[in-house]
């Protein structure tokens, strides 16, 4: 979003004007807007010809996704697809720095640094590794993600992975940092990381009414009828009616949340003026997680009084 404000390239702009080798195999105009949606109709689960110890190296992802055939009709479906988007979306940002700098140095300058953000890192530094708390899968129901894989990364995370959807370890207190910022429209204490109106778009929905396929198994192994997991751009954002969804039953319509699979959420609620935090490094299954993240966050909000 950083790079669109700058004129680098635009949310109508190709993948494959950035990443030649993406243009193919049916991909060849699937955009950046559709990346950030979660419409591009990519494989939302693990690249099938990546081995799990290239999880972290975001060019070996990308490299993976751009060899593989496009699944769905770019804008036709919404699939949650953290995994492959947010490696693209990271090469993209990386191969447009003038400076060629790796994402994670990007991230920590461009992003964390400016906003006082003193202790988050994408990956995982040798100066915090004796701080910081291993994530180990309390769940071992089976579900979205196998419970081995999310254990191992608490062990595997150095200084240089570059996992975007779930190699970031941080605070509460830097995670509070971000999203006032968002809150506040794009600034936080002085400082800009983005305009109003670009927060703005983002945290809009920007899917409509289309179901979110990510939510599919969930529905039918908790047997939920309606579900919500409407996208602005990359956010999740809440519509005007009280369903199972992460940004919680008793908010405002335009809540907006970033959540992590089993374990982590954050949102804002623009009209209570709410900002809420929750890490935790006991995971659930992803569908007992937001029930977690529900029942917590309407407690948060039954607290609130004028």
Known sequence: MMDIERGKNGFNT??????????????????????????????????????VDQLGNIEAVTAACANERLLFTPGAILAYNSIAAFSILGVIVQRSDEKGRPYRQMLREDLFEPLGMVDAYLGLPDTSRERIVPVAVRDQTPGLFEPILLDAMSFSANEETELPAGSCTSTATDVFRFMEMMRQGGELNGVRILSPAMVKTATTCQTGDMRNHLLDYMNEMYG???????????????????RVTPPVTTTSPGTFAAMGAGSTITWVDPELDLTFVFLSAGLLE?????????????????????
């Not at 080798?21 to 689960?45: A, C, M, P, Y």
């Not at 939920?224 to 009280?242: H, P, R, T």
């Not at 937001?290 to 607290?303: G, K, Y």
């Open 14 to 51: 190709p993948v494959k004007d950035i990443i030649p080798d993406f243009g193919k195999k049916g991909k060849e105009r699937v955009t950046i807007g559709q990346i950030l949606t979660h419409t591009s109709g990519l494989n939302s689960e693990i690249p099938y010809e990546l081995p």
């Open 224 to 242: 939920w009828n309606d579900s919500e997991l409407s996208l602005g751009m990359a956010f999740f954002v809440k519509s005007g009616k009280a």
């Open 286 to 306: 992803e569908g007992a997680s937001i029930t977690r993240h529900q029942r917590l966050s309407d407690m948060v909000v039954a607290a609130v009084s004028d």
